[in-house]
């Protein structure tokens, strides 16, 4: 245990994580569904690596007015948010063949908050990150840091429709999963899935959390949904920037500066680098282990279709009227 003098080790300050977080994990609802074993903490479902970084941050981590956090429900296009924002706010720095989304996983370039800098830690160096700090994050809104609420800081949410998360959400759970345990069918991981079990799920409640704050404060919290990003990017792209503070000139615009962007970014181009075809992320210090190309698969709206039956679609859609209709929410998609 540490005194106060002394700062810290790294192995101290995970054994103290660890035994203090043991009690908690053992209180909270489990279930070995998806292959994993998922703790429920605050309402939503969690693997146990990202909710012990979830609970370090909501304990230590400090906001800073400009810091930016982009905030996804897992599957719903984190991976496409992150190197468009990489590339908005890093846009004339690098020559084009050493931009580092080339060469680098966009997780790499936007690590999680809960899982990259505070998995073990209770004060992971932030400062050298520079400035504006950029981060992002899987966790419900209610279960954010009080100074992230509290502060300006502002967010990017990112939606997308439940039918899509769900079928992005099976095949990578099924690509993840050990070698030892046999595929989750699609049945199965779809009862869970409406029953709100799922990775930070219930789905509902994720979206819900992050619209009541952006109809709450606009100028913090951005909501933004897949589908209206496929069908306008242009348009999305330039809010984006406005949003994050470095709106594009009329000369980048006719330069062809935002063309560029979305080039770089598109799933046909980072699909297809060396890196995101063979590379391997790691998050929270090799406690995760993700093969770059299981981030890749179809990136198109509606692909959901091609695998749920009318019933599966009527009852998704059902919850989601239910959950989302009265507060003015729902999904551009008709399949
Ligand atoms: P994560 O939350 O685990 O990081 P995330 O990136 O949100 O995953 O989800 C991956 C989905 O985004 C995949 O969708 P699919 O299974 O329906 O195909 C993936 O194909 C899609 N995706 C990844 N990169 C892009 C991109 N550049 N443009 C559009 N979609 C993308």
Redesign the pocket.
């Known amino acids: 245990m540490a005194t106060s003098q002394t700062p810290p080790t790294p192995q101290e300050e995970k054994e103290e994580l660890s035994h203090g977080c043991k009690e908690l994990l053992s209180s909270l609802p489990t279930t070995n569904s998806w292959q994993h074993r998922l703790y429920q903490y605050q309402g939503f479902w969690y693997s146990e690596g990202f909710l012990l970084g979830t609970i370090a941050c909501q304990r230590h981590f400090q906001a800073h007015d400009n810091d930016l956090l982009l905030a996804?429900?897992?599957?719903?296009?984190?991976?496409?948010l992150k190197?468009l924002a990489f590339a908005i706010m890093n846009r004339g720095c690098y020559p084009y063949p050493q931009h580092p989304l080339l060469s680098n996983n966009p997780?790499k370039l936007v690590p999680f908050l809960e899982m990259d800098y505070y998995t073990n830690k209770q004060t992971p160096d932030l400062e050298c990150i520079g400035s504006p700090r950029f981060f992002s994050t899987?966790a419900p809104y209610t279960s954010l840091p009080q100074s992230i609420k509290d502060s300006n800081c502002r967010i990017i949410y990112l939606c997308r429709n439940p039918r899509?998360v769900f079928?992005?959400l099976w095949?990578?759970s099924n690509k993840m999963r050990p070698e030892t345990q046999s595929p989750i069918s699609l049945e199965d991981a779809f009862d869970l899935f409406c029953a709100g079990i799922s990775w930070r799920g219930p789905f509902w409640d994720h979206v819900l959390g992050y619209w009541k704050a952006s109809l709450k404060s606009s100028e913090k919290v951005m909501f933004l949904n897949?589908e209206n990003l496929?069908r306008e990017p242009l348009v999305l792209l330039k809010r984006l920037a406005e949003f994050i503070g470095c709106p594009f000139t009329t000369e980048e615009d006719r330069e062809g500066v935002l063309h560029d962007i979305l080039r770089l970014?598109?799933?046909e181009n980072?699909?297809n680098l060396d890196v995101n075809k063979t590379g391997k992320t790691h998050m929270g210090k090799d406690q995760y282990k993700f093969e770059n190309t299981h981030?890749?698969?179809?990136?198109?709206v509606g692909?959901s279709s091609n695998y749920l039956t009318t019933q599966m679609i009527e009852r998704l859609d059902r919850i989601t009227e239910e959950k989302l209709k009265c507060y003015g929410l729902t999904f551009p998609i008709s399949i």
Not at 72 to 80: E, Q, S, V
């Open positions: 996804t429900i897992p599957k719903a296009g984190t991976t496409w190197a997780h899987h899509d079928i992005s095949h990578f897949y496929k970014c598109s799933f980072l699909s981030f890749f698969r179809r990136g198109e692909d």
